[in-house]
Every structure is written in structure tokens, then in C-alpha cells.
């Protein structure tokens, strides 16, 4: 157990997320010119580790390992350690999202777990969350033998890190590089490129793109709604009818969830965003117009309410997240059980419901024994 006195360079932060991580006993800087040059003095890799205090996989990691003594006695000999709130830090975590992606070939996340060389600033490798005891079918090693393996490539591997780093960076600078207008792609041909794209993509049957966890990734769909195309608008309707219908909109209180792990929009992952709400509520009322459908209006209205009430504070502002863990469960805080069903609803409700969802035979099979 760390001692309650124990605090580190987080402790004077206003950031809620580095607060969160200011009793850890990693000894953790916030991203700043100190930190930077004291790595390089000690040529030490930087373990840089970017989260926000509402993120479920970046409390569950900092439980695991950031809070486990033996990890952090690791971390704190091995590496200089840096916390980013990409809330705070917005720029910082577009851009090793976007190294991750170009050095590990697929999408980021949060927690965003980063090995960066001090003179650079540059990544060597990355991931998200790492789990502190090994996960073979997941094909992931334990979060203590990943930091001395890591540490090791930093060491003996040093010509490699450069070219690697030389190529990483040359791919970043031409993604940002301005072109001359006349080398600017013709916006219609982008449009159909899009479009082409979105419509490959696209799960007929629920909505959405792909078919594993689903994003409402709000940009696209806006997009589609906005198209002269009769299947664009097909595509961005039917995605916003399976939402509303499903388990990523509270339907007791209002507002979106992050995202659902399936690809029916059925189970979600706990938290709400209030970037992507103040995104959903805009859709769902621009559908509303084009269609006269007063399901959307239904919702944008439930959805503002939910915004006004729940996520607006005393003084104004608004709350940028509703955290998914409570007493350290996720989604724990919208678990219901049978009685309390039955006690909100009426005999013939109860009934009704039931028939579709078998809540009695669901609660028989799972019930603890």
C-alpha cells in the first residue's frame, strides 16, 4: 500500500485527470521543459501516458499497475514518466495519436501509451492499455516485462530508433505539408472518393460502419446527411434510427454513450462525451429537419434536456464527461436488478417487457448461485 502522505509532480496540476494520478507512487511529471531535459540528461526513455479523467481503460490501468508499488519502483528506474490530459493537451494528443497510428498501423485510444526518445520527442513504440499480468489470447505480455524489453530496444537499438525516426518523421511532414492549390485534389472527386468509402463500409442491417464495437463518428454522418445522394442519407438515417433505438442512448435519462462493443448498438461502454452529445443532438435535429420525423425531434429534445441538466454545473459551464466507473465498476451506476424493475413498473408493463426481453429467465441463469 502507497503511504497517504505520498504525493508526486502531479499534486499541483488543476487538471482532474493528473490529480487522479498525483498519490501514484510513479513518479510522474507533467509534460513540461523540466521533465524533457532531465530525460536527456539522464538519457532516459520518456514513458508518456495520455488519458482523460473520465476514461474507464485508463482507471483500470492506473489501478493495475500505476498504483502497484513494484510496477512503479520499475517505471521510476527505468524511465522518465510523463501524464498528459488530452483534454489539457488536445495538440499533444493529436499528435502522438497520429504517430501511433503510423508506427503501429492501426487507431489509438486512451489510455495512449507512448516510449518516446528524450532527444526526439519521437515514439519507438506504443500502444494503449497494457495490462499488468500477461494475456495470452490476447496475445499481450505483462506490463512489467514490456517496460525491460522496452528499455533494453531504447539502449541497443539506437541506430534502428534513428531510422526509424527519420522515416516516421518524414511521413509526418508530408501529411502536413501545404500543397499549391493547383496540386489540391478536385472537392467533388473527394466527395465520391468519401462517399464510395462510407457506403463499402456501411452494416445494412443495424446502422453504422464495420461490425465490431461501434462510434457514432459523428463527422461521416453529418457528412452523409448533408449529401444530395438518396443513399447517403440512407446511410446516416438508418445509422441514427439504430442508435436511438439501441443501448448507446440512455433511455431513462437521455445523452449518448462513448461507444457500444458489439454491432448491434446493443451493450455501451458506460461513459458520455459531452463533445460527441453536443455532435449527436445537432444531427438528430438536422434530421428533423430534412425528414419532419418527430422521432429525432424527440430526441435532440431528450438529449438537450440531458445536456442542460446533468452535464451543465452551477456557474454556466459544462462538465466535459460523465465518467463510466462507479466504486471502481463500470456502468455499476445503471445496473438495475429485477426488483427494482418490477418496482418502477406496472404489472402490465412488467409483462409487456418481459416478453421481449425474458428479464426473469436472464436473472435465473445469471444470478449468483
Known sequence: MQSETSVNKLINETSPYLLQHATNPVNWYPWNAAAIQLAR???????????????HWCHVMMHESFEDPEVATTMNRLFINIKVDKEERPDLDKIYQTTYQLLMGRAGGWPLTMFLSPDTLLPYFGGTYFPKDSMPEMDMTNFQTLLYRLNDVYYHSKEKIKQ??????????????????????????????????????????????????????????DFLLRSQQPLMRHIALTTLNNMAHGGIYDQLAGGFFRYTVDQKWQIPHFEKM???????????AYAYKLTDNLFYKQIALETGTWLTTTMQGPTGGFYAAMDA?????????????????????????????????????????????
Request: net charge negative; glycine share 4%; with cysteine.
Open 41 to 55: 540528461q539522464q538519457d532516459k526513455p520518456i514513458l508518456l501516458s495520455i488519458g482523460y479523467s473520465a476514461c
Open 164 to 221: 526509424q525516426e527519420a522515416h516516421t518523421l518524414a511521413i509526418l511532414q508530408a501529411v502536413h505539408q501545404p500543397r499549391a492549390s493547383s496540386e489540391m485534389p478536385l472537392a467533388e472527386s473527394l466527395r465520391q472518393e468519401a462517399e464510395t468509402i462510407m457506403s463499402q463500409e456501411f452494416d445494412p442491417e443495424y446502422g453504422g460502419f464495420g461490425s465490431e464495437a461501434k462510434f457514432p463518428n459523428c463527422p461521416s454522418l
Open 325 to 369: 466507473d462507479s466504486e471502481q465498476q463500470e456502468g455499476l451506476y445503471y445496473l438495475w436488478d429485477l426488483k427494482d424493475i418490477k418496482k418502477s413498473l406496472t404489472a402490465t408493463e412488467f409483462s409487456s417487457i418481459n416478453k421481449f426481453y425474458q428479464l426473469d429467465l436472464r436473472w435465473v441463469n445469471k444470478a449468483p448461485k
Open 274 to 284: 459531452l463533445y460527441d452529445n453536443a455532435q449527436l443532438l445537432s444531427l438528430y
